[in-house]
């Protein structure tokens, strides 16, 4: 079979700015791919090429077989980070209009409506907390059964257990055969994917599972009476010190430079395996 | 004497923003307070910076001009370069320009502002105007900062610059309290407050929070049935109010998750 998207060698320029660079993307039918990376990395680019907004500058953008266009808009379902609803619409309004634009029956299919959101059908989206929202945004873009699910940043500001429930949500199209592409910032998240694509300055320069991507990354973990006072040392050896808990990391360091950097200061010195995030910014700052 | 707040109880008409909230913000350490849209954390966070009264319960917060406070509207001033924000601010808080430009010079550079002395605010990325209205914050050597969810929506590089400059506040002795709605930030903290919909749902260290999660978690990989099943990890996670042993040994996303859960399920 193939992908449900590809995106194969893939520059686009903006003038002398080259947004992305050189990119081969795929996403399979089941599958749920995280895309990671800084602002300015070139994931929005990535996402408006494949929707159609934008054509590429070298390379080719397929979907479902063929370019971008009006036709393949239809199999595809689209939560942007704004939402995309209409405040002054009331939630049923909202999904009605979507349904009419992706040329459905009329009316919304009532299998469609999560029950956590039937009780807000006849209130205006502007009024109703962003928690609601954010579940009309995702039935919406699911009313059509899209193939292929693109989510920018589904889950900002979300507590954590309405981000569990909204990635069951997520987690559902991708069992019933949707390929699922989602953004984030956040890389707790990326444990929900089956596959990662990291992008800095346009490229990427990563990609696999997690645990591929970490690989034998590591960092150190000091635990001292005063992590103040440890805090300041690893500092001024100039070492990427961050607060953990009562404790400080060092990413990408060796404990014996860690141990030198903290002189005579009583402390704990652990190697421990880096985090994601942490091996996020070596892929990052090396690139 | 640690900074804080006890009891405080807050409405706007016939809701009740904040329902007998309490909050230790000891020197030289982070407390973390974390929830959802509408969960309190702002206005706890504005009772603390003195810009709220609430209703009953008092605030322990130092002399005002020794309280930083950034709003979760971020706090600068779009219409002025970042060195002009930076000079307003030192000059409402009565310090001496040339020892505050000083001192965030070295803030700058950390947080990656530097090169972007010049540029209005109101053109930064929304992670750069985030480390500005921190650095802003801190500038006054403030003995207590409070942060409105400095990194929400906010990419990881942005993050870790925004952490950065926390950390440092808090190695200066401040005390510092932050809103977020990322537990693994939570993490790093030395304790957290968890707020649901303006009551307390957890409260300690981490681990604390932990500890005190009643019951164990087992794990699946089909969606069990009710209400006590939630999906981590590409898995699924199901509370058991009553057994004493599970297949995971839970986090503090897990405990909050359950707690949440809890409430649910009483209500």
Redesign the interface.
């Known amino acids: 079979m193939s992908p449900l998207a590809r995106l194969t060698g893939v520059t686009k320029k903006f003038g002398e700015f080259t947004a992305v660079k050189d990119v081969d993307l795929n996403v399979e039918p089941g599958e749920i791919v995280g895309l990671l990376g800084a602002n300015g990395a070139g994931k929005t680019t990535v996402i408006k090429m494949l929707l159609g907004l934008i054509g590429t500058t070298a390379g080719t953008v397929e979907l479902f077989g063929q370019p971008p266009s009006r036709q393949t808009r239809r199999r595809l379902g689209y939560v942007p980070q704004s939402l995309g609803l209409y405040d002054d619409l009331t939630t049923m309004e909202n999904l009605e209009f979507s349904a009419a634009a992706f040329g459905g029956k009329p009316g919304v299919k009532d299998t469609a409506i999560p029950d956590a959101i039937k009780q807000y059908g006849k209130d205006l989206i502007g009024a109703l907390p962003l928690g609601v929202q954010r579940r009309v945004a995702f039935a919406q873009a699911l009313e059509h059964e899209p193939d292929l699910l693109i989510l920018d940043e589904p889950t900002s500001g979300v507590d954590p257990l309405g981000r569990a429930r909204l990635w069951e949500t997520i987690a559902g199209a991708a069992q019933a055969g949707a390929g699922v592409l989602v953004t984030t910032h956040y890389m707790e998240e990326a444990s929900e994917c089956s596959r990662l694509v990291i992008m800095a300055g346009g490229a990427v320069v990563a990609a696999g599972t997690a645990q591929e991507i970490i690989g034998t990354s590591q960092a150190v973990v000091v635990l001292a009476q005063s992590w103040a006072d440890a805090f300041g040392r690893l500092e001024d050896a100039g070492l990427p010190v961050s607060l953990a808990g009562r404790g400080v990391r060092v990413p990408g360091a060796r404990s014996e430079d860690v141990q030198r950097a903290l002189g005579d200061l009583p402390a704990v010195v652990q190697d421990v395996p880096a985090t994601l995030e942490e091996r996020f910014f070596e892929l990052v700052q090396g690139s | 004497m640690s900074w804080g707040a006890d009891d405080l109880v807050v409405r706007y008409g016939k809701t009740v923003a904040l329902d007998h909230v309490s909050v230790d913000a000891p020197a ?1 350490e ?1 407390t973390a307070v ?6 309190g954390k702002s206005t706890l966070l504005r009772c603390l910076a003195g810009a709220q009264a609430p209703a009953t319960g008092t605030v322990r917060r130092p002399a005002k001009e020794a309280v930083g406070y950034l709003p979760s509207s971020t706090g600068v001033y779009p219409d002025l370069t970042v060195t002009e924000n930076l000079d307003f601010r030192a000059t409402g808080y009565r310090l001496a320009r040339s020892a505050a430009r000083e001192r965030a010079a070295e803030y700058l550079e950390q947080a990656g502002l530097t090169e972007a002395s010049d540029r209005l605010a109101g053109q930064l ?3 750069m105007r985030c480390k500005l209205g921190v650095i802003a914050a801190m500038l006054p050597k403030p003995q207590l900062l409070v942060l409105d ?1 400095p990194t ?9 610059g925004l ?2 400059l ?3 506040a ?2 200066e ?1 401040c005390a510092v309290v932050l809103a977020t ?4 930030e939570a ?4 304790s957290v407050l968890v707020l ?1 919909e303006g009551k307390v749902l957890a409260t300690g ?2 681990d604390e929070i932990i500890a005190a999660m009643p019951g164990a978690l087992l794990g699946s990989t089909a ?1 069990p049935d009710g209400p006590r099943a ?5 898995q699924w996670r199901v509370w058991d109010p009553d057994a004493t042993a599970g297949d995971f040994q839970p986090d503090l ?1 897990d405990a ?2 359950v707690a ?2 809890a409430k ?1 399920v009483r209500s």
């Not at chain 2, 993490?187 to 030395?190: D, I, L, T, V």
């Open positions: 030289g982070v974390v929830g959802g849209d509408g969960a990325s929304g992670g969810e929400t929506g906010v990419d990881p590089v942005s993050r870790s952490w950065w926390i950390a440092r808090a190695a002795g709605t990322y537990l693994d993490e790093r903290c030395a649901d260290t981490s969606r939630w999906r981590r990890g590409g996303t909050v998750t949440a859960i649910e």
